[in-house]
């Protein structure tokens, strides 16, 4: 009997395809032709289902609820020589783990009757027993009694500290006044008493609010102690369970060596593995080809469905692994296997000059080309800088801003470190006018508008970011419609802020504008370039105090 995990090519449509001489590098790539006929294949597969009740989002009343799933493709070689593809999807689809057609997950926490469920009724249980403690009405009065108590010992406090020192200041007016008077000294020791007086009363008050505050903070702590144990409990039986987890996640590579989840991270920065490391598509694939014998040949990974409220998902279009979860995993598992070299380390051809526009004693202003790092990176030397430097001579090129490596157009690199610290306060008081050209891959039929997107890092995901409404950072660009064509709109965007990746998160999320800046690999589809284009500086020269600005026209 056949294994109905694997789908074999019929031979007529794989006919003269050479096979990939290197596995997929899976954090940057573009799919092999196998890859996409597995990939559309298996996409033909989840338009046609019907009994697979997952809400993808795909239907315009089914938007509410809605969920998009990254699957993923392995083309593999059978022990015969047979070309044939393994389906993955991350994390669960409709609530199981176990759907036909589907590699099963490395480990099935959500398998009948497994210690996982198990023990995970059992934190439900303390749960909703530190649910119904934290809502009971007793607890609840004793909150609400103690705030009141409080509340009004604080206003009595407040208000007794303030006749006192009104009528410490009596006293010293007083002083003032008979000072050197025949009788000062009966005076002085009345004023005396009164002191102590007004001393004994604060006490009084104060030890008398802390004794009734006392009574209802006794009863209130035991109740709090309980629920802290029982907090503890599940905490300490959430870390049990997620070490005994991390115990069964054991990733198997082609020569049989196996390691558990914990042993893997246990040397990255994180230290222990993050939520969810393993249940991604391309892990999946990989356990199930070594544990049935099966030799990957490449892989691809896409996205079925609507787009996450956060991230930037678009769908049918293809992604690369995920570096948090999947990278450490993934080195593990692809040890000995030849891999296509990753294309980021290396530039494909030489880029451009860089040309000066403007140059003085003060400052250059370039136009950066495309491809060009503004700064030298860990693999690659050639930079904006680097180039400078060759021309400066003695003279250290300072970096003022910078440009993403595939966006070109306008930077000002300062000469002098006054000139740096003069034109960079300028941006970050956010008096630098700019303004980028790009082409987006859809045609925009509003003429003009702002987008408002707070955004951060994708921790779990570098460098990509995130759109983030409770710790993002304020993210504000405006933008304008200059040309549109048959299938693409030419724009102007007027960045507000300055955060990473603020015009290609603001151009491609589906609250923005819902529409990738074309070529861009990160957020969209690659293309020979990404056209985003810095096209216009204006900022007052450090020297004359002059406003100034620079023009560069993209050249698409």
Same mark, same amino acid.
């Given at each position: 009997?056949?294994?109905?995990?694997?789908?074999?090519?019929?031979?007529?449509?794989?006919?003269?395809?050479?096979?990939?001489?290197?596995?997929?590098?899976?954090?940057?790539?573009?799919?092999?032709?196998?890859?996409?006929?597995?990939?559309?294949?298996?996409?033909?597969?989840?338009?046609?289902?019907?009994?697979?009740?997952?809400?993808?989002?795909?239907?315009?009343?089914?938007?509410?609820?809605?969920?998009?799933?990254?699957?993923?493709?392995?083309?593999?070689?059978?022990?015969?020589?047979?070309?044939?593809?393994?389906?993955?999807?991350?994390?669960?689809?409709?609530?199981?783990?176990?759907?036909?057609?589907?590699?099963?997950?490395?480990?099935?926490?959500?398998?009948?009757?497994?210690?996982?469920?198990?023990?995970?009724?059992?934190?439900?249980?303390?749960?909703?027993?530190?649910?119904?403690?934290?809502?009971?009405?007793?607890?609840?009065?004793?909150?609400?009694?103690?705030?009141?108590?409080?509340?009004?010992? $604080? #206003?009595?406090?407040? =208000? &007794?500290?303030? +006749?006192?020192?009104?009528? !410490?200041?009596?006293? %010293?007016?007083?002083? @003032?006044?008979?000072?050197?008077?025949?009788?000062? $000294? #009966?005076?002085?020791? =009345? &004023?005396?008493? +009164?002191?102590?007086?007004? !001393?004994?009363?604060? %006490?009084?008050?104060? @030890?008398?609010?802390?004794?009734?505050?006392?009574?209802?903070?006794?009863?209130?702590?035991?109740?709090?102690?309980?629920?802290?144990?029982?907090?503890?409990?599940?905490?300490?039986?959430?870390?049990?369970?997620?070490?005994?987890?991390?115990?069964?996640?054991?990733?198997?590579?082609?020569?049989?060596?196996?390691?558990?989840?914990?042993?893997?991270?246990?040397?990255?920065?994180?230290?222990?593995?993050?939520?969810?490391?393993?249940?991604?598509?391309?892990?999946?694939?990989?356990?199930?080809?070594?544990?049935?014998?099966?030799?990957?040949?490449?892989?691809?990974?896409?996205?079925?469905?609507?787009?996450?409220?956060?991230?930037?998902?678009?769908?049918?279009?293809?992604?690369?692994?995920?570096?948090?979860?999947?990278?450490?995993?993934?080195?593990?598992?692809?040890?000995?296997?030849?891999?296509?070299?990753?294309?980021?380390?290396?530039?494909?051809?030489?880029?451009?000059?860089?040309?000066?526009?403007?140059?003085?004693?003060?400052?250059?202003?370039?136009?950066?080309?495309?491809?060009?790092?503004?700064?030298?990176?860990?693999?690659?030397?050639?930079?904006?800088?680097?180039?400078?430097?060759?021309?400066?001579?003695?003279?250290?090129?300072?970096?003022?801003?910078?440009?993403?490596?595939?966006?070109?157009?306008?930077?000002?690199?300062?000469?002098?470190?006054?000139?740096?610290?003069?034109?960079?306060?300028?941006?970050?008081?956010?008096?630098?006018?700019?303004?980028?050209?790009?082409?987006?891959?859809?045609?925009?039929?509003?003429?003009?508008?702002?987008?408002?997107?707070?955004?951060?890092?994708?921790?779990?995901?570098?460098?990509?970011?995130?759109?983030?409404?409770?710790?993002?950072?304020?993210?504000?660009?405006?933008?304008?419609?200059?040309?549109?064509?048959?299938?693409?709109?030419?724009?102007?965007?007027?960045?507000?802020?300055?955060?990473?990746?603020?015009?290609?998160?603001?151009?491609?999320?589906?609250?923005?504008?819902?529409?990738?800046?074309?070529?861009?690999?990160?957020?969209?589809?690659?293309?020979?370039?990404?056209?985003?284009?810095?096209?216009?500086?204006?900022?007052?020269?450090?020297?004359?105090?002059?406003?100034?600005?620079?023009?560069?026209?993209?050249?698409?």
């Amino acid at each position: 009997m056949g294994d109905s995990r694997v789908s074999y090519f019929p031979d007529e449509l794989i006919r003269g395809i050479a096979l990939p001489e290197r596995f997929t590098y899976p954090f940057y790539y573009e799919p092999h032709p196998l890859a996409r006929i597995a990939a559309a294949e298996l996409q033909l597969y989840l338009e046609s289902q019907t009994q697979l009740d997952h809400n993808f989002g795909l239907e315009n009343d089914a938007e509410e609820g809605a969920i998009g799933k990254m699957f993923g493709v392995l083309v593999v070689q059978d022990a015969e020589g047979k070309l044939a593809y393994l389906s993955a999807f991350s994390g669960k689809l409709a609530n199981s783990n176990d759907h036909p057609r589907f590699v099963p997950p490395v480990f099935d926490m959500l398998e009948e009757d497994s210690f996982f469920l198990k023990k995970v009724e059992v934190i439900n249980t303390i749960n909703a027993r530190v649910k119904e403690m934290t809502a009971a009405p007793v607890y609840r009065q004793l909150i609400l009694e103690h705030e009141q108590l409080s509340a009004t010992a $604080a #206003l009595e406090i407040t =208000a &007794l500290k303030e +006749q006192l020192k009104t009528n !410490k200041a009596d006293r %010293k007016a007083q002083r @003032d006044a008979l000072k050197g008077l025949p009788g000062y $000294a #009966l005076t002085e020791a =009345a &004023l005396i008493k +009164q002191s102590l007086h007004d !001393k004994r009363t604060l %006490k009084g008050l104060t @030890d008398k609010w802390q004794e009734s505050l006392a009574e209802t903070q006794v009863k209130l702590s035991q109740l709090e102690a309980d629920i802290d144990a029982l907090k503890n409990e599940r905490k300490e039986r959430s870390a049990a369970l997620q070490q005994e987890l991390f115990d069964q996640y054991i990733f198997l590579n082609k020569d049989g060596k196996g390691k558990s989840v914990g042993e893997i991270f246990a040397d990255t920065p994180l230290g222990k593995p993050p939520s969810a490391a393993g249940e991604c598509a391309a892990p999946k694939l990989l356990q199930y080809a070594f544990t049935h014998g099966y030799t990957p040949i490449t892989m691809a990974e896409f996205w079925w469905g609507s787009s996450p409220k956060s991230d930037i998902r678009k769908h049918q279009h293809f992604y690369p692994a995920c570096t948090g979860k999947c990278k450490p995993i993934l080195a593990h598992m692809l040890e000995g296997i030849p891999i296509d070299e990753n294309p980021l380390l290396y530039l494909p051809a030489p880029v451009e000059p860089l040309e000066i526009v403007y140059e003085d004693e003060c400052f250059v202003v370039v136009n950066k080309p495309s491809g060009l790092r503004s700064v030298p990176g860990v693999n690659i030397a050639d930079s904006v800088y680097t180039r400078l430097r060759q021309v400066f001579g003695d003279t250290e090129p300072l970096m003022i801003h910078r440009l993403d490596m595939d966006t070109s157009g306008l930077l000002v690199v300062a000469k002098t470190k006054p000139v740096h610290k003069h034109i960079q306060r300028q941006f970050l008081q956010r008096t630098v006018k700019k303004r980028y050209t790009a082409l987006l891959s859809k045609v925009i039929e509003q003429p003009e508008g702002e987008i408002n997107l707070p955004l951060r890092a994708d921790l779990l995901n570098r460098p990509r970011q995130l759109v983030c409404f409770t710790s993002g950072k304020k993210s504000v660009t405006t933008w304008k419609v200059v040309d549109r064509y048959a299938s693409s709109t030419r724009i102007h965007f007027w960045p507000h802020t300055g955060r990473t990746h603020q015009l290609r998160m603001h151009a491609a999320h589906e609250q923005g504008l819902d529409a990738p800046i074309i070529g861009d690999d990160l957020y969209g589809v690659a293309a020979d370039r990404m056209y985003l284009h810095a096209a216009y500086l204006e900022f007052v020269h450090p020297k004359s105090k002059q406003r100034i600005s620079f023009e560069a026209p993209p050249g698409f």
